[in-house]
C-alpha cells in the first residue's frame, strides 16, 4: 500500500488486524477538548485516540510555537503503550480534511517509522461509505517502539536556519496559512499577524477537492505546486503555517505529487512572531 494515503476499503478490510494501529486525530485548536469527546462518541472501530496538544506536541515556553515537537522518547512510549511496534502499519485520520493525521504521518517519518499512511478522506469519507463506528475504548497489549538511530533528523528547519536564509535563493518558504492570515488579516490565534518576508502562499485546503474531503489526484497536485514553485528545487522548500501542523498537509501533498524533500519549520509563525526583532511582512 501507499506510505502516504490509504483508502477506506483498505482500512475497512484490516479491522482487527493487530499489525495495524488506527490513530483518531481529531482536533480544534479553539476547543481544545472537541477530539477526545468526538472520539468518545464514536470512531472507527479499534481506534485509538492522540492528542495534538498532549501526544503530538511538546511543551511550550512561550518562544518556541503553539505546537513544538515533543520528546521522541516520550511519544515512543506513548505509541508502545498503544500497541505500536517497529513492524506496525500505522494510520492516521481525523474530520478535518488530514491537517491532524498529517502532522502524526509527519511524526512517525521523523522518528524513523515510515509505515504509516493518511485515511484518504478522513472520518467523513468513512461515514460516506457507510462504515460503522464504535465507542469506548480497544483494549491494547502494549508493544515496544523506539526511536530508530538512523531516524532522519534533516526533515526540519529552526528559526535560525530560516532567518539566515532570508532573501536567498536556496530557500523557498512556503505557508499553508488562509490567503487571510497569510496577508495579516483576521489573525484570531497568535498575537501578530503577517508572515515571514518571501514566504509564498498554499492555503492547506487548497490540496483536496471542492468538498474538503478527499486528497486531489497526484498529477493535479503536481501541477499546482510546480505552478506555486516556478522551478524552485522542492529540496529547498521549507513548509510552515501558523504552529507545524497545517504545514505537515502540503508537505504531504507534495510528496503525493512526486515532490519529496522538502523540511518542515516546526515553531512556524506562533514562533517566528514571538520575538518582535524579526521581520514581518503584510499585505498581497
Known amino acids: 500500500m501507499s ?3 490509504v483508502k477506506t476499503a483498505e482500512v475497512a478490510a484490516h479491522l482487527g488486524d493487530p499489525s495495524w494501529c488506527i490513530f483518531d486525530c481529531r482536533h480544534d485548536l479553539k476547543q481544545t477538548e472537541y477530539g477526545p469527546q468526538a472520539y468518545a462518541r464514536g470512531h472507527i472501530p479499534g481506534a485509538q485516540f492522540l492528542h495534538l496538544d498532549r501526544d503530538l506536541s511538546g511543551p511550550t515556553t512561550g518562544r518556541n510555537g503553539r505546537h513544538p515537537l515533543p520528546d521522541p522518547e516520550v511519544l515512543a512510549k506513548k505509541l508502545s503503550d498503544c500497541g ?3 513492524n506496525a502499519q500505522v494510520i492516521a485520520y481525523d474530520n478535518e480534511g488530514g491537517i491532524f493525521a498529517s502532522r502524526l504521518w509527519w511524526l512517525m517519518r521523523w522518528m524513523g517509522h515510515t509505515r504509516v499512511a493518511v485515511l484518504d478522506g478522513g472520518l467523513a469519507g468513512w461515514k460516506r461509505a457507510k462504515l460503522m463506528l464504535e ?4 483494549l491494547i497489549a502494549p508493544e515496544q517502539f523506539a526511536t530508530r538511530p538512523d531516524a532522519v533528523d534533516d526533515m526540519q528547519v529552526g528559526t535560525d536556519f530560516v ?3 532570508l532573501d536567498t535563493p536556496d530557500m523557498t518558504v512556503v505557508d499553508a496559512r488562509s490567503p487571510e492570515r497569510f496577508r495579516g488579516e483576521n489573525e484570531t490565534l497568535d498575537p501578530v499577524g503577517g508572515r515571514i518576508p518571501g514566504a ?9 477537492d471542492d468538498d474538503g474531503c478527499f486528497f486531489k489526484p497526484a498529477p ?3 501541477r499546482e505546486f510546480e505552478a506555486l514553485l516556478v522551478g524552485r528545487d522542492p529540496h529547498q522548500v521549507v513548509q510552515q503555517c501558523g504552529s507545524g501542523v497545517t504545514a505537515c498537509h502540503n508537505m504531504l501533498a507534495m510528496e503525493l505529487a512526486g515532490l519529496a524533500g522538502s523540511k518542515l519549520y516546526v515553531g512556524s509563525w506562533s514562533e517566528w512572531c514571538s520575538d518582535p526583532t524579526r521581520p514581518v511582512a503584510t499585505g498581497n
Open 135 to 138: 465507542g469506548g475504548t480497544p
Open 3 to 5: 506510505q502516504l494515503l
Open 163 to 165: 532567518m539566515a536564509h
Open 220 to 222: 493535479q497536485l503536481r
Open 84 to 86: 505500536v511496534n517497529f
Open 200 to 208: 509564498i502562499n498554499r492555503f492547506y485546503a487548497d490540496n483536496l
